[in-house]
Antibody, heavy 121, light 108 residues
Framework: EVQLVESGGGLVQPGGSLRLSCAAS????????MNWVRQAPGKGLEWVSYISSSSSTIYYADSVKGRFTISRDNAKNSLYLQMNSLRAEDTAVYYC??????????????WGQGTLVTVSS | DIQMTQSPSSLSASVGDRVTITCRASQSISSYLNWYQQKPGKAPKLLIYAASSLQSGVPSRFSGSGSGTDFTLTISSLQPEDFATYYCQQSYSTPRVTFGQGTRLEIK
């Protein structure tokens, strides 16, 4: 069974840092591209960042570029999101999400349960 | 960025009803359109990919159609477990995908 389990969320002051983790199991993690998607309280979904299976290709949304860093450790079946210079508008539930292979239409077929990040003084 | 607009934003319906949700893209996205269902406090669940392909395990009462800029998600006969929020998502501009604002489906 595919499982994605996020951790690392919490309350942080504006300007602070936080590192999110996503532990993957039930599939060959090293073969899949992964993403972070966030959802502000009561709002819609926003794509945050993408990393290819080998970490060779990385992308960020303009809203987080220069402040967030995505990475992965295939040996540990883990995905990470280092978040620096956090702002109130970064407050959201952060989901890790898997992209299925062999499809021209990118979608997210498995999601974690999410971890809440609250940026507030 | 490609903007995705869903209509309606909310919808009240009864068990057994046929329901259609519309998603419009700000430019042509071919068939690079997916649909998700999200229940309160839960992660989104993929229902339809590539505009009309049913994700494995999803009931056949869900269907998708459209191409270019206009897309629809149809639920042929609403079940109690279908009351949720639905999102469309374009992947034409992958990896910078964008989502619609959501359609909340409520019990009448």
């Amino acid at each position: 069974e595919v499982q994605l389990v996020e951790s690392g969320g919490g309350l942080v002051q504006p300007g602070g840092s936080l590192r999110l983790s996503c532990a993957a199991s039930g599939f060959t993690f090293s073969s899949y591209s992964m993403n972070w998607v966030r959802q502000a309280p009561g709002k819609g979904l926003e794509w945050v960042s993408y990393i290819s299976s080998s970490s060779s290709t990385i992308y960020y949304a303009d809203s987080v570029k220069g402040r967030f860093t995505i990475s992965r450790d295939n040996a540990k079946n883990s995905l990470y999101l280092q978040m620096n210079s956090l702002r109130a508008e970064d407050t959201a539930v952060y989901y890790c999400a898997r992209e299925p292979r062999s499809t021209s239409c990118v979608s997210f077929d498995y999601w974690g349960q999410g971890t809440l990040v609250t940026v507030s003084s | 960025d490609i903007q995705m607009t869903q209509s309606p934003s909310s919808l009240s319906a009864s068990v057994g009803d046929r329901v259609t949700i519309t998603c419009r893209a700000s430019q042509s996205i071919s068939s690079y359109l997916n649909w998700y269902q999200q229940k309160p406090g839960k992660a989104p669940k993929l229902l339809i990919y590539a505009a009309s392909s049913l994700q494995s395990g999803v009931p056949s009462r869900f269907s998708g159609s459209g191409s270019g800029t206009d897309f629809t998600l149809t639920i042929s006969s609403l079940q109690p477990e279908d009351f949720a929020t639905y999102y469309c998502q374009q992947s034409y501009s992958t990896p910078r995908v964008t989502f619609g604002q959501g359609t909340r489906l409520e019990i009448k």
